[in-house]
């Protein structure tokens, strides 16, 4: 069966002595662990969660977040991780859109509790430990350890196993219902492209209310160990890749940068380490060179997709990296790879007609990860998917090899003077100035031309560059209706909870939003 508890059972069934999660330094079995499991959703059931209920959980990566997350599937009820990054009424807006009866908070977030906005639901909320101060209130780990172990619900392959939300990006975050089969689904076309092994050790680096987690799935089914990064920084990853002998880990390009970045790099014993996923988010071609050799023996594999598709589409595996370094051509670096095996994938125009190879427009897929739905919005599923088929909204061209380069989101496209400009195409030129350590470009309203083109950049350390040497150095690169004439130097960037640039806050900054 393709359901994420009947994966569970496999894998306690054949690995079960093996080592599962590394706490602290503790290491539990697999075993250990699905008796954790079987206890949480004791815990659940005994709180009133029943099959196919939701419940919220506002906690940071740990076991305690992956029992909870995995007592759902093996009950049979819909786990609804929450952005802990949220302020309050958007947390009770996705506890309400969800309507999650119980929720669990880890005891880092008791002020959430405490917020007028959560008010209603003070009595739905279990803490994951004991308050400080020695509260009488129950909490989780005290049911957990006097709980009876649950036994396994059959849940069909349909079922809703996990509801992520989008980040929200374009306003309130949508609820997507992902499948058993979705997940499963997507973990078995990544084993086929990632090889994950029984010996692996997987660092969760990506916050487990993001669908990014899921690459994890592949790992879980060999058996592998977990281990949980409660939060990030390129010292903690580095730490914990020398002290459990972390093999495998996923990170943003933002969060691998700043780990090839930190002052005692070399210090660390990194050699375990044999694969480092990357994406979420486009990284410059002459990052990814310094990447390669910044961890010369690891394998890199970038992945491309959304929480609609469990969320991978597309793999540019190992030796396509080695073959755009080998052979210069470094255009390879910037495409996203090609579909995983399972995967339809088409490029269509605005009218839903497939387009010849080569020309730009929205990359539609299906495949059994792709969801069906989203939560309580019909006019959005409707939009989105149709004929059998997702609207990514994503805008991108496959070439004749099969290799997709995604070149814009459908909403972030520029058009000025009547001309068509790819947000990503400029920026990829800024990268090549050694002054940019990150930029953004967007639309903003302009008399002449309807739209105009103003960049957002972060300078390198110690670097300071002028808007005329940022003009100089695109001249020659792209057109010049490409070439943005407006700037802001700022120190960071805003972004989401995985580092994707939020461009609509720019907008709304510096170009009263669009």
Same mark, same amino acid.
């Given at each position: 069966m393709l359901t994420l508890g009947s994966t569970l059972a496999r894998?306690?069934?054949?690995?079960?002595?093996?080592?599962?999660?590394?706490?602290?330094?503790?290491?539990l079995t697999w075993r250990q662990f699905a008796d954790r499991i079987a206890r949480a959703a004791g815990v659940l059931l005994s709180l009133g969660v029943e099959r196919g209920? %939701?419940? !919220? &959980?506002?906690? %940071?990566? !740990? &076991?305690q977040n992956a029992e909870l997350i995995q007592a759902g599937y093996w009950m049979g009820a819909v786990p609804v991780p929450v952005n802990y990054r949220l302020a309050p009424p958007e947390i009770a807006y996705v506890l309400d859109d969800a309507a999650c009866g119980l929720v669990i908070v880890e005891d880092v977030f008791t002020d959430v509790i405490g917020a007028s906005e959560l008010q209603p639901r003070a009595d739905k909320i279990l803490l994951a430990a004991a308050e400080a101060g020695g509260s009488n209130r129950p909490h989780y780990e005290e049911l957990r350890t006097q709980a009876e172990p649950a036994r396994m619900h059959e849940s069909a392959e349909g079922d809703d196993a996990i509801l992520l939300y989008t980040g929200g990006t374009t306003g309130r975050p949508k609820g997507v219902p992902l499948s058993h089969k979705n997940i499963v689904s997507n973990a078995l076309q990544l084993g086929c492209e990632l090889g994950p092994r029984g010996d692996d050790v997987y660092l969760h680096v990506a916050p487990m209310f993001h669908s990014a987690d899921l690459l994890a799935t592949p790992f879980f089914i060999t058996g592998a160990a977990h281990v949980y990064l409660p939060k990030f920084s390129g010292e903690a990853v580095l730490g914990a890749i020398q002290s459990f002998g972390v093999s495998v880990a996923l990170m943003t390009p933002s969060m691998l940068i700043m780990t090839m970045q930190e002052p005692d790099f070399a210090r660390y014993d990194i050699s375990s380490l044999r694969q480092l996923i990357y994406g979420s988010s486009p990284?410059?071609?002459?990052?990814?060179?310094?990447?390669?050799?910044?961890?010369?023996g690891v394998e890199m594999v970038q992945s491309y997709g959304l929480t609609e598709t469990s969320p991978i589409l597309t793999v540019l595996s190992m030796a396509e990296h080695e073959q755009a370094v080998a052979s210069d051509r470094l255009d390879i670096l910037r495409s996203v790879g090609r579909?995983?095996?399972?995967?339809d994938m088409k490029i269509v125009d605005d009218e839903g007609a497939e387009l010849p190879v080569g020309d730009a427009g929205e990359v539609v897929v299906r495949g059994p990860n792709v969801a069906d739905r989203y939560l309580n919005r019909p006019e959005e599923?409707?939009?989105?998917?149709?004929?059998?088929?997702?609207?990514?909204?994503?805008i991108g061209r496959l070439d004749d090899r099969g290799y997709l380069y995604l070149l814009d989101r459908k909403k972030d496209l520029i058009i000025t003077g009547g001309e068509m400009v790819f947000s990503s195409e400029v920026?990829?030129?800024l990268y090549q100035n050694p002054k940019v350590h990150e930029c953004a470009v967007i639309g903003v309203p302009d008399e002449t031309y309807g739209e105009a083109l103003l960049a957002a950049v972060v300078p390198a350390p110690g670097e300071s560059p002028t808007e005329e040497e940022l003009i100089a150095h695109c001249r020659g690169k792209i057109g010049?209706?490409?070439?943005?004439?407006?700037y802001v130097f700022l120190d960071h960037l805003p972004k989401s909870a995985i580092d994707k640039v939020l461009k609509t806050e720019l907008r709304?900054?510096?170009g009263n939003g669009k």
């Open positions: 894998t306690v069934r054949l690995y079960g002595d093996r080592p599962a999660v590394f706490d602290g330094h503790d290491a209920h %939701r419940y !919220g &959980l506002i906690c %940071r990566n !740990g &076991l990284m410059a071609a002459e990052w990814i060179v310094k990447m390669l050799d910044r961890f010369p579909p995983m095996p399972g995967v599923t409707e939009a989105a998917f149709r004929g059998g088929w997702f609207f990514t909204g994503d920026e990829a030129v010049g209706y490409k070439i943005p004439r407006r709304q900054t510096y």
